[in-house]
């Protein structure tokens, strides 16, 4: 075993331990849809009856969707959900596919969260060392939601060190390849169809 492979697998327990928080963060906070969805509908209907509204309601709805995009993003990640061209994807060779993830998560994806994380904290830390507070009146304080650029992006960046971790573990054979094990639901759905309609 070399150095390299060593190193991965003295690794992956951490990339593990990512997936498993990153997995429970995004299961726990997609109910926040939901919670969105309830008062996004009872903020539509007290203006609608009652005529009168709260930029405080209005402004919790973006923060909700916000937690939701920013904070699930790595739980997308993790379940290789994100967006790609799969159509061109499944026509290159698996190697070829692995390579290009490692370059994509090494050049691409980590510089971005860098970037995102080292301009997202003194935009965090201005709001909350002055208390910003909302233009709007009777609107949110400002300093939790830009919070979640620099966690968010501070999360993904966790995932796409472990995204790396694996797709180097599974290149040089030490693991076998998570995402051969996932099924995507849409491709479940038609599989079930299929078996229905041979049995007919």
Request: glycine share 4%.
């Amino acid at each position: 075993m070399g150095a390299l492979d060593a190193l991965v697998k003295a690794l992956l327990p951490t990339s593990r331990a990512v997936d498993a928080a990153n997995a429970w963060i995004g299961k726990l906070l997609s109910w926040l849809i939901l919670a969105a969805v309830v008062v996004s509908a009872t903020n539509a209907s007290v203006r609608k009856i009652f005529d009168t509204s709260s930029n405080s309601w209005l402004e919790l709805q973006w923060v909700l969707f916000s937690v939701v995009f920013l904070l699930c993003a790595p739980w997308t990640l993790l379940a290789n959900e994100h967006i790609r061209i799969d159509i061109v994807s499944n026509l290159l060779p698996k190697k070829l596919r692995d390579g290009i993830d490692v370059v994509g998560h090494a050049f691409f994806l980590l510089p971005l969260t860098i970037v995102m994380i080292v301009t997202g904290a003194p935009f965090f830390f201005k709001s909350i060392s002055i208390n910003e507070q909302s233009v709007n009146a009777g609107g949110l304080p400002q300093w939790p939601g830009k919070s979640l650029v620099l966690i968010g992006f501070g999360l993904l960046f966790l995932q796409a060190i472990s995204e790396l971790i694996k797709r180097i573990a599974v290149m040089r054979e030490l693991i076998p390849d998570p995402y051969l094990a996932h099924h995507h639901p849409l491709e479940a759905e038609i599989e079930q169809l299929v078996e229905a309609i041979e049995k007919r």
